[in-house]
């Protein structure tokens, strides 16, 4: 009986650990601190920006943030706000899809400046669980980002 | 003192199985998988759709979003963002209540096409957790959306 | 073993309680129902409300949410959006820091009204989690709101 309560509540930790994990992205992206939110993905971790491109490793990662686009951006003012996420654990693997909306200040309000499909694949490391990839891409109508955020990516 | 803890553990996991729930109806709606997104629903579920109408049971609901103008909406670049819910369980039923924004494409940004109120009555069944009612109203200033928010719907 | 998974569980809970605190504000706040906004706080509880001041105890705040300005935006039809906190537990005291976006009726559609910043000072009473203090600040580009949600605010 208390094998099973444990094995049910390691599974509880794992959905609130991933949960955690991303939901961290946005205030370290929004805060500048480049270095904490490329230490959410592992050393050779990938990140696929939609319209952007693919950065490998934390080191492109954080140079990517520290770039002039997003710079520009958290300085104009902004906030990345990202969805609950759906989470589908398998093991010391996970998936997770989410939605990711970019508000950027206009005027006297914010505008959305992207809405994205997120499709995130997650590894448990001995620094607990981090990103191994995530894909973002803008809902823009295309089916790949439909296809991404159903599940149903290859 | 296990007995105790495996009550707690259950209610813990409702609560996540209700949120796991509703975080799939974006994802299934914007996906296109409109047989996936009804099943969301017990077979003869109601979803109350503000400006739209009433729609019972899962053929019903798969054929709304069949339809012309949810079809229109994902192909012309759409995100369903739902909100952390509210839960409030009670045994083997359950209700929720949560945000919805739906974020269109419109020139080089997203505008917030929709934004609502959503009142879930969720039901236990032989296949988990499922949607018995959704009822979302258009948060437009009208007193039913507000009641709707804040519970206090009769 | 079953003492460890008791500890184990109740940092579970105390984040689910958190999350359900914060997760009511919007629904309180868009339904009108200021007293039991209010009571989300300890009865000395602060709410800083970036562009507008700082609010001391249940009373101060429920004549914030009961004034022209609040009033004025729910009758005009509103959505207080909070996104997932990030949760940091320590003892019967925690952290959490979240997005706020508040839409309001535009013409046909919603604007994003307010994107902010939050910080929330949590402390676990014989009431359960209340909130000791809520700053909330404009994501203008300013450097006290990017310090405010990643963490760094002094």
């Given at each position: 009986m208390t094998d099973l309560l444990a094995t049910r509540m390691a599974a509880l930790e794992d959905r609130e650990a991933i949960r955690d994990l991303i939901a961290r992205y946005g205030p370290l992206a929004d805060g500048g601190d480049c270095a904490g939110a490329a230490s959410?993905?592992?050393?050779d971790g990938i990140y696929e920006v939609g319209g952007f491109g693919s950065y490998q490793g934390r080191a492109a990662i954080q140079a990517l943030l520290e770039g002039e686009s997003h710079q520009g951006l958290i300085h104009g003012g902004a906030a990345h706000v990202l969805s609950p996420p759906v989470i589908d654990l398998d093991g010391d693997r996970a998936t997770a899809r989410s939605y990711s909306v970019v508000f950027r200040k206009a005027g006297d309000s914010w505008e959305a400046h992207r809405a994205s499909a997120n499709l995130w694949q997650l590894v448990r490391t001995h620094e607990g669980w981090k990103v191994a990839q995530r894909v973002n891409r803008l809902l823009d109508g295309s089916a790949d980002a439909r296809a991404l955020i159903s599940g149903e990516a290859s």
């Open positions: 959410l993905w592992t050393e």
